[in-house]
């Protein structure tokens, strides 16, 4: 069935290192993803989205890349630092967010 | 603008009891989303509404659940009867067009 999904449920780094947070979804007419942050407490917070049409999108310290072949998507964080020590969703949209199941990411100083 | 807004924050009912929950999306937003989030199934998509008609209520769990968006800024979710297993957080979104949805802080719902 359709679903979007996470490859690991969490992922320890040390402070400065690079951070990649991965995903798999399975409908190929899927044309617009969005990567979340949700820190404890609060809303899924936007970080970065990226269309079909692209295979790369950047924003400040974050990468989104997206491999339509193999339904992948990932999120890059460069230079991780303790703030964005939170769960990250990646969501496929079609036409509402349907959400995968998070990854928690920790980074220690 | 203050972003999409949710009320209460916190809830605590007893079961048996009506819970509606509230929601003021961004002004200009034309959908609005109710998702339920808990630690077993994560965010789950209960129903949507674009231009307040309700286009895909499949995710709304059971008869005890309904939605209702009576104009442009304001929606309400509402559970009668609660039972536990109903305790989660609950997220209000709204986006324009095909854009990203911004989440509300949430209601956190506990049935006891």
């Known amino acids: 069935g359709e679903s979007v999904g996470l490859h690991l449920p969490t992922l320890s780094v040390q402070e400065g290192d690079n951070s990649i947070i991965n995903c798999a979804y399975s409908n190929s007419a899927s044309d617009y993803f969005i990567w979340y942050k949700q820190e404890s407490g609060k809303g899924p917070q936007f970080i970065i989205d990226?269309?079909?049409?692209?295979d790369k999108r950047q924003g400040q310290r974050v990468t989104v890349l997206l491999n339509k072949t193999v339904k992948h998507l990932s999120l890059q964080i460069a230079a991780t630092q303790p703030g964005d020590s939170a769960v990250y969703f990646c969501a496929e949209s079609r036409t509402a967010l349907i959400f995968g199941k998070g990854t928690t990411l920790s980074v220690s100083s | 603008d203050a972003g999409v807004i949710q009320s209460p924050r916190h809830e605590v009912t007893e079961m048996g009891q009506e819970v509606t929950l509230r929601c003021k999306p961004i002004s200009g937003h034309n959908s609005l989303f109710w998702y339920r989030q808990t630690m077993m199934r994560g965010l789950e998509l209960l129903i949507y509404?674009?231009?307040?008609?309700?286009?895909?209520d499949s995710g709304m769990p059971e008869d005890r659940f309904s939605a209702k968006m009576p104009n442009a800024s304001f929606s309400t979710l509402k559970i009668q009867p609660s039972e536990p297993r109903d305790s989660a957080v609950y997220f209000c979104?709204?986006?324009?067009?095909?854009?990203?949805?911004?989440f509300g802080q949430g209601t956190r719902l506990t049935v006891v």
């Open positions: 979104a709204s986006s324009y067009m095909n854009t990203e949805a911004f």
């Open positions: 509404f674009n231009n307040n008609v309700p286009i895909d």
């Open positions: 990226i269309r079909s049409n692209m």
